[in-house]
């Protein structure tokens, strides 16, 4: 490709409302443009690095036996209204206003989808009707759409993105296990064959629902997730999954119940500070609406409540979790409970009262008191307050003890590449999906959904290689291999030079682009450096003078001139090392 029949271009400054690294010099590259919040344009170059993607994603889910297929974007509302015979909610309320909802000229509702779980499972249900037909995996790579609250950090989250998604489907745990496996491993090579610096944890599985999951975690400071990591044994999990050993506090003689004046403590520093006492010996109260119930989450002062844990509780409670927000000032007082002092002391039996099993060690806690300015001193369970249900709700946090051998530990921020669920009967039950076993016995299905956000692994590969010139492609998703550049090409020796080792190139199969615009060196350079093409190839008067052609690699501060007669042969040499 000619730099001078490319559509796009590059641009010198960055713009002052971006955000991240990756959508800087994306933009400034000419490989991607925005349209709204949340969506994008692919140009010529963008769309060569997707391509890429994809490619190697595709040839991972073949290789294991994956069947591509494509389903519908938009599908009837209906299949997402449908709920579980436990009375749970939908998914379409699990996801809220995150789906795209729209109505058709017969005022039909319709959704864009964001996932596919219903749409695979009604296919299976068609076609899959013994064990002899197991297992199967069906994938496909298609836009998704989900209406994100607040779309950020450039394409690390989109409201239009591309994904790949397969689903597994098998005749019993043991075939579950072995796929669920197998995509693991095929996802590792897929991102280490994209150059990414990576790590595997547990994670919580959210609205697509299922027993266990893992996400695929790219480390970097623009991610969202926190990771919770022991370098000891290796524990790894998302925070809203992560366990962790909480500190333990010796238990004393349980004290009188004592009411104290704290003027302006409404915070557990401000109480503490005041009372001269460690976080760790008060409780903090937060109060939420959930499915129209009020909820009380309890955990002690020196710990952080966790809203996806908690959710997780409320929902196997029966509740629809799916609308959790904090208490109003309203709601609060008609439950007779003030706000900043709050406490789970009080006989309101329609109050949930969910505590952290943090509060099972120690006691003689400082709790509110239901009354502005106090507090209660000598606070203890089951003698002064009651709980519904004990828990793991809180977050944990770097330095905190880990479950699986005693270390430490430490937090890393990251952004989710991929994620894979064991979902079990959860679909086939809803769709009756079902198959004859061996024996003749209608079993329903078991499934697994797994999942790669291709434009956001695009971002995650720009957040992590990149210098403070531009990007620096991996050879393997790099849009060109090589960054021809010609120096006055309109000087005839240097542009006839430059148009042999050109034609040479792609005579060879060589990915090339030839940057043969009328600009200066400079400039020439500096796009080049912001293109982050993995080899930079000069043809100027320097380099002919010298002897040929010179060559660097996009990450090195070397460089070696070559003959022109030997330069094609020298760079499939140096790429096929790279690669």
Known sequence: MRYSQLLGGTLRERAHDVESTNLDLLTRGGFVRQLTSGVYSMLPLGERVMRKLTEIIRTEMERIGGQEVSMPVLQPREIWDVRPQSGKASRAEGYGPVLFSLRDRRERELVLG???????????????????????LVFQIQRKFRDEPRARGGLLRLREFLMKDLYSFDADEEGLNANFELMREAYCRIFA??????????????????????EFIALTEAGEDTILHCTGCGYAANVEKAEFVRPERISAEEQVLEEVYTPDCKSISDLAAFLGISEGETMKV??????????????????????IKLTNVITKRGLNATDLRLATAEELECAGIVAGYASPLGENKALLIIADHSLRSGNNFVAGANRAEYHLKNVNYPRDFRVDTWADIASAYEGAACVRCGGSLHALRGCELGHIFKLGTIYSDLFNATFLDAEGRTQPLIMASYGIGISR??????????????????????????????????????????????????????????DD???????????????????????????????????????????????LSEALNEIQQVLMKRL
């Open 114 to 136: 964001p996932t596919h779980e219903e749409i695979c499972i009604l296919l299976a249900q068609e076609f899959i009707r013994s064990y002899r037909d197991l297992p199967r």
């Open 193 to 214: 064959r994209c150059g990414l610096d990576f790590i595997v944890v547990e994670a919580d599985s959210g609205a697509i629902g299922g027993k266990e999951s893992l």
């Open 286 to 307: 937060v109060c939420y609406s959930a499915g129209g119930q009020l909820v009380m989450a309890v955990v002690r002062g020196d710990l952080e409540i966790n809203e």
């Open 457 to 514: 692994l695009l971002a995650c590969i720009v957040e992590q290689q990149h210098d403070a010139r531009g990007i620096t492609w991996p050879l393997a998703v790099a849009p060109y291999a090589v960054s021809l550049v010609g120096i006055d090409l309109e000087k005839e020796e240097i542009g006839r030079a430059a148009e042999r080792l050109y034609a040479d190139l792609c005579a060879a199969g060589v990915e090339v682009l030839f």
């Open 517 to 563: 615009r009328r600009e200066s060196a400079g400039i020439k350079f500096n796009d080049a450096d912001l293109l982050g093409l993995p080899l930079r190839a000069v043809v100027s008067k320097r380099s002919l003078k010298q002897g040929g052609v010179e060559l660097k690699a996009r990450t090195s501060q070397a460089s070696q001139i070559v003959p």
